[in-house]
């Protein structure tokens, strides 16, 4: 039976969960993940363990922050005072928003703290610092 390698389209089931068993996504109802082994698609841990998966195989990845979304930046951890933000903003602890970069391209960022002359947005990706659990079946090789 052919395994996977670099190159090779695949398609995946998944469920993707936090040390204490939290789920944070799954392809479960939907369609499988695909995506091409070795391209850089996926982060580091989640291609890792698919490489040399049959079709049909389950497996349990626990894979470290580092080959995750990495550790958490304080660099992206930003003090932003309330006059740069728009008069009609109501933030709230959590809150979404999206940030321009200088380039113009949008970068979502979360409120992590309200003050009364400032707001702190975190940039860090939700998953960044955290080590996770993926339980994937590989559903076919192409």
Same mark, same amino acid.
């Given at each position: 039976m052919s395994k996977a390698k670099a190159g090779?389209? =695949?398609?995946?089931?998944?469920?993707?969960?936090?040390?204490?068993?939290?789920?944070?996504?799954?392809?479960?109802?939907?369609?499988?993940?695909?995506?091409? =082994?070795?391209?850089g698609m996926m982060?580091?841990?989640?291609?890792?363990?698919?490489y040399g998966m049959e079709i049909g195989e389950k497996v349990?990845?626990?894979?470290?922050a580092a080959e995750a979304y990495g550790e958490s930046n304080p660099e992206l951890i930003i003090d932003v005072p309330r006059q740069n933000l728009p008069a009609d903003l109501k933030?709230?602890?959590?809150q979404q928003l999206a940030m321009s970069?200088?380039?113009?391209?949008?970068?979502?960022?979360? =409120?992590a703290e309200v003050h009364e002359d400032k707001v702190v947005?975190?940039?860090?990706?939700?998953?960044?610092g955290k080590d996770l659990?993926?339980?994937i079946e590989l559903v076919s090789i192409n």
């Open positions: 090779d389209n =695949v398609k995946v089931h998944y469920t993707g969960k936090l040390n204490d068993g939290t789920v944070f996504d799954s392809s479960e109802g939907r369609a499988p993940l695909e995506f091409e =082994v070795g391209a982060i580091k841990g989640f291609d890792a363990a698919v349990t990845a626990e894979i470290s933030p709230e602890i959590g970069q200088p380039n113009g391209q949008q970068m979502p960022v979360k =409120v947005i975190d940039a860090n990706h939700d998953l960044a659990i993926f339980d």
